[in-house]
């Protein structure tokens, strides 16, 4: 009976790590759709490449948790810099033009990586106590797992704050909806543009940076997770934040607990789910998705 008890509330933890890695990364994916009108097909290389700038500054003698705070905004440097070269030219075109131009990107980052930094797996080395596990309720949990939950929240806090209460999130709030009224006033769209697809890109370099120690470091990690961010957006709906924020940890349990039980079909799990959403809610689980 202790046992099981245990199982289930270790499983159950791992389900809120797995969704709130998701989260992170999907939640950046959505900004830049909702204000840009952009599918980033290349935003899980942008995911690998915080892992691997995460990696590189801990092999260079920085502290791990200096390095989450650096990497992230070199991703979010390089993510503006596709901003103005890529995305922006190609802005008043249909969306197919940016779907091919960040689906080359993605191509050409993963074979970057490649080149960078090889083939084999890496790992980011984090301080000996992460390493550790602790006792919640008596119950013993990987440290590192817990440390993951808890830079979401920070992050997610940090987010809604930044979105809500800040004229920046205000603009982008308003961008989203009604993107001519913020033309009107006055404030310069290309300034939001490349703020929103900055802030995509550094959540997507948060989200590699924590994964790394948990999951290793290798080229092609973007990809596997970019297929689990795109159900997450598929089933909370483009564009709505709340809908991505429930989609992201539905989909992370229903993916734990499909590689705990049935290993083999545990993806198919979830794309019978996402299928199953679609049909009866076609804009996501609140409706709210800005399909274009």
């Known amino acids: 009976m202790q046992g099981d008890i245990v199982f289930w509330v270790q499983t159950g933890l791992n389900c809120l790590v797995l969704g709130g890695l998701l989260l992170l990364i999907a939640i950046g994916l959505n900004i830049i759709y909702g204000i840009s009108r952009v599918i980033n097909i290349a935003h899980g290389s942008l995911y690998a490449l915080g892992a691997y700038f995460g990696y590189t500054l801990v092999a260079l003698g920085l502290n791990f948790f200096f390095a989450i705070l650096i990497a992230p905004i070199m991703v979010a440097v390089v993510g503006v810099i596709i901003e103005r070269i890529i995305i922006q030219p190609t802005r008043e075109r ?45 119950i013993p949990y990987p440290f590192y797992r817990f440390f993951i939950l808890v830079v979401t929240v920070v992050v997610m806090i940090c987010l809604a704050f930044l979105i809500e209460k800040t004229k920046l999130g205000m603009a982008m709030r308003a961008a989203s909806s009604i993107p001519e009224m913020v033309s009107v006033l006055g404030i310069n769209m290309r300034y939001i543009h490349m703020g929103a697809f900055g802030l995509g890109c550094m959540l997507a370099g948060i989200g590699g940076i924590i994964a790394g120690p948990l999951f290793m470091v290798y080229p092609m990690m973007g990809g596997e997770m970019l297929i689990s961010c795109f159900v997450v957006l598929v089933i909370g709906g483009l564009g709505s934040l709340k809908g991505v924020t429930i989609a992201a940890f539905l989909v992370g349990a229903v993916q734990t607990l499909g590689f705990v039980f049935i290993t083999d079909f545990a993806m198919v799990v979830v794309y019978v789910m996402m299928a199953i959403i679609l049909i009866f809610m076609p804009r996501g689980i609140l409706g709210e998705g800005k399909f274009e």
Do not use: C, H, N
């Open 94 to 138: 249909p969306m197919i033009y940016s779907l091919i131009l960040t689906y080359g990107l993605m191509v050409f980052l993963d074979g970057l990586l490649k080149y960078v930094w090889g083939d084999q797996l890496r790992f980011i080395e984090i301080p000996a106590f992460l390493s550790k596990s602790i006792s919640l309720a008596g």
